[in-house]
């Protein structure tokens, strides 16, 4: 159970240092609106810039911290927690702006993985 548990942990880091740093700019058929970068897609939710840089942050932090988790265990359930509010927030703008549900698909596998975390 503590490997998978360890998977989850990395797949959830993994898969938010790719949206937030690896594709910031990049067009993805998961962005809300018909936004081609992650400023676009802020916007199209009727966000302001520094917004969209708080919610960054915030991701990244908790990202980073669940891969210390890895040796902090403690830290996981909060973080993972936390995440899974982000992520609630997600789905909830993109319902918002009228997105089709293939848009929220990948906040709701991070939201599965995050209650998967938590759970076990």
């Known amino acids: 159970m503590e490997n998978t548990k360890l998977i ?5 880091a993994v898969g938010i240092f790719n949206v937030w740093l690896l594709n910031f700019k990049a067009s993805s058929k998961y962005r809300g609106g018909e936004s081609q970068n992650m400023p676009d897609e802020f916007k199209a939710y009727g966000f302001k810039n520094w917004f969209m840089k708080l919610i960054g942050f915030l991701k990244l932090s908790l990202a980073l911290l669940l891969i210390l988790g890895i040796w902090l265990p403690s830290l996981v359930d909060i973080c993972a927690f936390l995440m899974g509010c982000l992520m609630i927030g997600a789905i909830l703008v993109h319902i918002k ?6 848009k929220s698909v990948p906040a709701f596998i991070m939201l599965i993985l995050c209650s998967i975390l938590i759970v076990i």
């Open 97 to 102: 702006i009228n997105d089709p549900f293939i």
């Open 8 to 12: 989850i942990q990395v797949i959830i």
